[in-house]
C-alpha cells in the first residue's frame, strides 16, 4: 500500500509567494516587476476559465476580423488580448504594450519603467478542437526615463536585454513557466483554489532529445540546410510530434529533449514566428534552461529588432540538436543539399 505521505504530495510555493520571495533577485528590486508578473498571472487564470468555458458560450471560432499579419482572429485571440491588456493597464507598471493583435505600439502608462510584449493566444486555431494552446510574454525595462513619452527605441530591443519571460500553457492542466534571468520555474494552475503552485522548480533542458518538431508538410519549400536537417532527423529515427501549437511543442521538448523549427518557407520567407513575442521570450526561457534558440545562423536573442511584427525563422531546443541545425546552415550552398 502506497504511504499515506506518497499520495498526499506536498503542494509547491503559491506563485504570488515565490514572486514575492525572490523580488530581491531583480535587478531593480522595487516591486515593479512582481507586480507586472502577478498581473499576468491573474489575466491567464481569467482566459483560461473562458478557454475552457469557450464551447458553452460561443467562444469558439473565428471573429470575422484579421490582424496585422493578416491571420484570421479567432474570438478568443481578440478577448484574450482585452483581458491581458485591460490588466497591465490597470495594474500600471507597464509604459508600453505591443501585441500580436494589435497593429502598432499601445502606449500606457508614461510614468512606468516596463515594456511588455504579448502574444495573448498562441496556436489559436486548435481552439475549435480542444487542443493545447498557450500565451507568450516579454518584459523589457524602457530605456528612455520614466515620466517621458515611450519611444521605438524603448520598445524595439533585443531579446538579451529582457528583464523577465515565460508562457502559460492551458494543456491538459494548465502552467506558467517564466524566468527572471536566474533560471526557470514551472507553476501548475489548481482550478479547485484559483492559485498557481510551484510543480517543476529550476526546470533543464536536457542536453539532446529524440524529438523534432516542424511542419513537414512544407518540405518541398525548405532550404536545402533545412532539408539536410529533417533528413538527419530521419536517418538518427527521432520521433516527429509537431502539434502546430508553439507552446505546447515547446514545453514537451523542454521537458522531454527535443527541437522546434519554423524554418523559411516559400510561404513565409522569413518564417512564421514573430521575433517580439513568440521567439525572444522562448529563447530566454530555453537558455536559463541549458538549451539553445537560433534563427539556424544566429542567436535569437542578440538580433536587433527593426519592427514590433518582425519574423525570424527558428529553432528552438536541445542545446545539441539545435548546434546540428546549426552546422548545416555553415556548409557551403549546394553541400548540403
Ligand atoms: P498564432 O496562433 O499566434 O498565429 O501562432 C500559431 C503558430 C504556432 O503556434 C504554431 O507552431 C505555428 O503557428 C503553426 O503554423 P503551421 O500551421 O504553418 O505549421
Ligand atoms: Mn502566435
Ligand atoms: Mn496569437
Not at 498581473?39 to 458553452?56: H, P, Q
Not at 522562448?282 to 539553445?292: D, H, I, P, S, T
Request: proline share 4%; hydrophobic share 35%.
Amino acid at each position: 500500500m502506497m504511504e499515506n505521505s506518497r499520495i498526499a504530495m506536498s503542494i509547491g510555493t503559491a506563485l504570488d509567494r515565490f514572486i514575492k520571495s525572490h523580488q530581491e533577485q531583480f535587478k531593480y528590486a522595487t516591486g515593479e516587476l512582481s507586480q507586472l508578473l502577478r498581473d499576468i498571472a491573474l489575466s491567464s487564470k481569467v482566459v483560461n476559465r473562458e478557454i475552457n468555458r469557450a464551447g458553452l458560450i460561443d467562444l469558439a471560432g473565428s471573429s470575422g476580423s484579421m490582424n496585422q499579419a493578416g491571420d484570421n482572429q479567432q474570438k478568443l485571440d481578440v478577448l484574450a488580448n482585452i483581458r491581458f491588456i485591460r490588466a497591465l493597464k490597470k495594474g500600471g507598471e507597464a509604459c508600453a504594450i505591443i501585441s500580436e493583435e494589435e497593429d502598432s505600439i499601445l502606449e500606457v502608462n508614461k510614468d512606468a519603467n516596463y515594456v511588455v510584449a504579448i502574444d495573448p493566444l498562441d496556436g489559436s486555431s486548435n481552439i475549435d478542437v480542444n487542443v493545447s494552446i498557450g500565451t507568450i510574454f516579454s518584459i523589457y525595462r524602457r530605456i528612455t526615463p520614466a515620466g517621458e513619452p515611450t519611444t521605438e527605441a524603448d520598445v524595439l530591443q533585443p531579446g538579451i536585454n529582457q528583464v523577465a519571460a515565460g508562457y502559460v500553457l492551458y494543456g491538459s492542466s494548465t502552467m506558467l513557466v517564466y524566468t527572471t534571468g536566474k533560471g526557470v520555474n514551472g507553476f501548475t494552475y489548481d482550478p479547485s483554489l484559483g492559485e498557481y503552485f510551484l510543480s517543476h522548480p529550476n526546470m533543464q533542458i536536457p542536453e539532446d532529445g529524440k524529438i523534432y518538431s516542424i511542419n513537414e508538410g512544407s518540405y518541398n519549400s525548405f532550404t536545402p540546410a533545412v532539408k539536410a536537417f529533417v533528413e538527419q532527423c530521419r536517418e538518427r529515427q527521432l520521433s516527429g510530434r509537431y502539434i502546430g501549437s508553439l507552446v505546447a511543442d515547446f514545453h514537451r521538448n523542454l521537458l522531454k529533449g527535443g527541437i522546434y523549427v519554423y524554418p523559411t518557407t516559400e510561404k513565409s520567407p522569413n518564417g512564421k514566428l514573430r521575433l517580439m513575442y513568440e521567439c525572444n521570450a522562448l529563447a530566454f526561457v530555453v537558455e536559463q534552461a541549458g538549451g539553445k534558440a537560433s534563427t539556424g545562423s544566429q542567436r535569437i536573442m542578440e538580433i536587433q529588432p527593426t519592427d514590433i511584427h518582425q519574423k525570424v525563422p527558428f529553432f528552438i531546443g536541445s542545446k545539441k540538436m539545435v548546434e546540428r541545425a546549426e552546422a548545416l546552415h555553415k556548409q557551403p550552398a549546394g553541400s548540403t543539399a
